[in-house]
């Protein structure tokens, strides 16, 4: 990306960055690239000042703990980019196949729960309490995951678990819970009433998610599309896991971050991500009093580039 970086790892892998700075600064010094291009970070105590030099940092993207992300949010004097949270929601709609249910929400919830694009809330339509649900906690509970539920999804799987599966691993759910992280095996479970459907899952969703990763399980495509056309996230799934926010999984090649804010990137970025659009204009001496009412018209024709 042409970009000059300044790294800073976490203390656990200061070993690690300080191998791979040695080995960019060998393979630098066999091309025109300075040899500072690639500059490490050791100390915490450097990053605060470093988050005010404006003049000198174009961009801060940091990768770590929502106590990290926030505390650049808030220190830096230049753009950043990057998430805090990772409040990502499945929502299960009346028409959900089972089987599709059960391995979607499996992986999304299972295949690294760590993972900031694993999913930390389960909303369920009323319409499949009895039918989808019974059998997508079964599945998550053999995975060891631990279910926060409320009163209907309590009530349903009360009916359909073995007394032992559901005293170990069924809670009531708390409020807070909706606007938690859990980063381990544990998940929310909200019930949405049915004559309101999707536009109370998109609330819930807008309301405490993070604006990352959501998706919906529906076979209508019109529901799918209100769905991903109102949940305000950088990433919308349909019929498919949210572990796929990914960049690599995206085609984007070695994922820089993934960003929730609104200019610029936003969803996973690449290298293409970091890159920046530059006008070049080529003339003969015309000026813009030229065009307008009365005189010489803009064409605004692709033209072929030298």
Known sequence: SANAAILKGGKESTESFKAISTVISQALNKSDVPNDSIQLVTTR????PLLELSQYIDLVI?????????????????????????????????????????????????????????????LVNEEVLESVLPAVATALIEKGVSLRCDAPAKESLSKHLPQDKFS??????????????????TIAVRTIKSAEGVDAAIE????????????????????????????????????????FCDGMRFGFGTEVGISTNKVHARGPV???????HEYRVSGQGQGAAMYGAGGRQFKHKRLPLA
């Not at 105590?45 to 605060?48: E, G, H, K, P």
Request: glycine share 4%; hydrophobic share 35%.
């Open 62 to 122: 940091p990768r770590g703990s929502n106590d990290l992300v926030r505390n650049c949010q808030r220190k830096a004097h230049m753009p950043v980019l990057g998430h805090a949270d990772g409040l990502c929601s499945l929502y299960i709609h009346s028409d959900a196949d089972e089987k599709m249910a059960v391995n979607v929400a499996v992986d999304s919830k299972t295949d690294y729960s760590a993972a900031c694009n694993a999913i930390e809330t389960l």
């Open 270 to 276: 690449g290298l293409e991500g970091l890159m920046i």
């Open 45 to 48: 105590d450097a990053i605060d």
């Open 204 to 243: 819930h969703i807008n309301t405490h998610g993070s604006h990352h990763t959501d998706a919906i399980l529906t076979s209508s495509k019109e529901t799918a599309d209100r769905f991903c056309n109102a949940v305000d996230s950088a990433c919308k799934f349909w019929n498919c896991s949210t572990r």
């Open 168 to 185: 170990q691993h069924v809670q009531d759910v708390k409020e807070n819970d909706f606007n938690t992280e859990f980063l381990d095996l």
